[in-house]
């Protein structure tokens, strides 16, 4: 697992080290955003009941080719989840489709790390990093040639377990169940474009 970590943020770095030689934008990013999230089981379709509220902070760093409808994007998230706190590596793809406002769609990966966790989750039964996929879709608005303001749905699901949860069958023996993490958010941003070669 750690190898898999390792690899992934090895050639996140080293293509995102190489597009200053081709990309033509390069956009930073501040998000905040708030939603609700759950546990599934081994089935992705299979829901605890609970749902937690769910916030976000997200700084985004973006590429895009001149004139593409698509922007290649990285950055660094913190989440905040019913006393757990977590940091949050995406990488992905967003296709544009507009001029002064913009529609997006989009998608990608992401690793993250639990950075400090609440009382019910302990050292033997969490995982110190998840991989995961996410969507996304959105409205970019124009408001100067450097500046937009962005509105965005996503939804992100682990691709692997964030704890293992102890639990007692109906005839007495204990046995262990990965949990996945799900969450959907809805956050608002601010976008500044750096340069344009």
Request: hydrophobic share 40%.
């Amino acid at each position: 697992m750690n190898n898999l970590v390792n690899r992934f943020l090895f050639y996140l770095f080293f293509i995102f080290l190489s597009l200053p030689s081709f990309a033509q934008n390069h956009q930073i990013g501040l998000s905040i955003g708030n939603g609700i999230a759950t546990t599934l089981d081994k089935s992705w379709f299979i829901f605890d009941f609970k749902k937690n509220n769910f916030s976000t902070i997200e700084f985004s760093y973006l590429y895009s080719p001149h004139e593409a409808i698509f922007n290649l994007n990285t950055g660094l998230n913190y989440n905040y989840l019913e006393g757990n706190g977590l940091f949050k590596i995406p990488a992905g793809i967003d296709f544009i489709f507009g001029r002064k406002i913009q529609f997006l769609i989009g998608g990608g990966i992401y690793v993250r790390s639990l950075v400090f966790k609440n009382a019910i989750l302990t050292e033997e039964n969490i995982y110190a990093v998840q991989l995961g996929g996410l969507l996304r879709i959105g409205i970019l608005v124009k408001m100067k040639e450097n500046i937009s303001v962005g509105l965005s749905y996503d939804t992100n699901n682990d691709l692997t377990a964030i704890f293992t949860e102890r639990s007692r069958s109906p005839g007495g023996a204990f046995y262990s169940e990965k949990k996945y993490l799900k969450s959907n958010h809805l956050s608002l941003g601010l976008f500044y474009k750096l340069s344009k070669k």
